[in-house]
């Protein structure tokens, strides 16, 4: 029998670890969030699907070219009668960190939540222009 080896990574899949890849290597995979990455023109869109949360649960950051989403959210459930008392705690946080390229202008992210999905657009800077200068011959 003859066992074929495959490379474990993909050219493919090098494009995004490059430019998107997480800072912290071996994270907590019980909190890992699935994110859509779409490029057009413009730039990037992320999309994050975040079903119970709210917008108010999250803060986007962006530290030296790295676009950090946190969400943290608490709930409270207690129940009261005659025979028993029940209280349950729920604690819902994640995290998840993209290094963006250097053609992101970072000063111009947005972020939308609409129907549990938190979308973070990133938009490229504008290409420079050349500069055409005149020389004079002396």
Do not use: C, W
């Not at 490379?7 to 699935?34: E, I, K, W």
């Not at 859509?36 to 023109?41: G, K, Q, V, W, Y």
């Not at 979308?119 to 290409?127: D, G």
């Amino acid at each position: 029998m003859n066992v074929a080896k495959y490379p474990t990574s993909h050219p493919f899949n090098s494009l995004f670890t490059d430019f998107f890849a997480q800072p912290s290597f071996g994270a907590n995979r019980s909190n890992y969030v699935p994110v859509n990455i779409l490029e057009s023109e413009k730039g990037f869109k992320l999309e994050i699907a975040a079903p119970g949360l709210g917008k108010e649960d999250f803060s986007i950051t962006v530290d030296k070219n790295v676009l950090i989403v946190k969400a943290k959210k608490e709930q409270k459930k207690e129940e009261n009668s005659p025979v028993y008392r029940r209280r349950e705690f729920s604690f819902t946080e994640i995290e998840r960190s993209f290094r963006i390229p250097e053609s992101i202008d970072t000063d111009q992210v947005n972020a939308t939540f609409n129907n549990g999905i938190l979308e973070i657009e990133l938009v490229k800077k504008a290409a420079l222009q050349p500069v055409v200068k005149t020389i004079a011959i002396a």
